[in-house]
């Protein structure tokens, strides 16, 4: 009843501007949400699948269809070259040649996200073949079976966020009616900053600094310049993020880490989060410097699919008011 009075005191624009901050929600969606500190995926704990879906069966679930979907799309002429620049590049590609999603049906679109998923894989490194592409990924990566186990349980745990900045990025881009790979390309370019999906190489350069400097003086100096530490708490939920901690009981967390995460919860009180059990991971398995990047972006070409589809079937154009704060003529 107190909230309710205090919202009827509201204007609509403050409530509006305050939604957009961690605020309640403000988009209508049924494929994911966080509650009672619990990542649901269609009515699905999202910890509790990682303990055995793959991606491809994360992703039927995520998109309400009967069987896992197949990301299928030629590998990079030079593999070495997967990573970053050419998923940008390759989705660029295939954003412009694509066909305005406005008025197509489902299946259509769902057609066009496989696609453009498949070519996201790709790019970011996990051959071309049959197998779920946590096995091709591992393959490329020269992992063996638990290494496996562990990028699939990361796949799946990252496969989709709710109202996340990149997704929401990708449904601005769907209300206008843009090719779906354009949306997925929206997605990836809002994941590429560092306070959302960089965070994990983030992450890897605090580890780096604490096998130099020591990982209490490597915290001090971070928090010094007040800035939010990357890898530990996480806003939406208090009490520690389920995903890190679903990560990590795979995982076997190096010295380096266990120091930092040590040091972290001593001077902040926060539990590891996503982003540490992806460095957590890199580090244990050997994979390349910008593996949490890659698989952050793997993984959540899927949610970005989805909400893509949804927003465009819901028929609304997202375009939010600025609130003007100039001078006036």
């Known amino acids: 009843a107190l909230a309710t009075r205090r919202a009827r005191g509201r204007s609509p624009s403050v409530i509006a501007e305050s939604a957009i ?61 997967a990573g970053r620049a050419l998923a940008f590049a390759r989705l660029a590609v295939l954003a412009g040649q694509g066909r305005p999603s406005l008025g197509r049906n489902r299946a259509s679109l769902h057609a066009d996200a496989a696609h453009a998923v498949g070519v996201l894989v790709a790019a970011l490194g996990a051959p071309a073949g049959p197998d779920p592409v946590h096995q091709r990924l591992a393959q490329a990566w020269s992992v063996d079976a638990g290494g496996a186990n562990a990028i699939r349980r990361a796949l799946v745990l ?21 090719p779906l790979a354009a949306c997925l390309l929206a997605g990836l370019a809002t994941l590429s900053g560092p306070r959302h999906g960089g965070a994990g190489e983030a992450v890897m350069q605090l580890a780096e600094d604490a096998a130099r400097h020591g990982a209490d003086a490597t915290i001090r100096r971070w928090l010094s310049h007040d ?31 266990s120091s930092l995460r040590d040091a972290a919860l001593a001077a902040t009180g926060a539990l590891p989060n996503i982003d540490f059990g992806l460095a957590a991971l890199t580090r244990s398995l050997g994979l390349p410097r910008d593996a949490p990047f890659r698989l952050f972006a793997l993984a959540r070409s899927v ?15 997202i375009r939010p008011r600025g609130r003007y704060e100039g001078v006036l003529v």
């Open 227 to 257: 800035r939010p530490l990357p890898g530990f708490g996480h806003q939406l939920y208090p009490d520690g993020d389920p995903r890190g901690a679903a990560l990590l009981s795979v995982i076997e967390v190096d010295g380096t880490l």
């Open 303 to 317: 949610g970005w699919a989805e909400h893509t589809v949804e927003q465009i079937t819901s028929g609304s154009v």
């Open 158 to 178: 990252l496969a989709d966020h709710e109202l996340n900045a990149s997704t929401f990025a990708a449904r601005v881009a769907a209300s206008t009616g843009a």
């Open 21 to 81: 901050a961690w605020g309640e929600p403000s988009i209508a969606t049924a494929i994911s949400t966080v509650s009672h500190g619990r990542l649901i995926y269609r009515g699905q704990d999202a910890a509790v699948l990682s303990g055995h879906a793959t991606l491809e069966e994360a992703a039927a679930i995520l998109w309400a269809l009967p069987e896992p979907v197949a990301f299928e799309a030629p590998s990079p002429d030079a593999p070495h070259q």
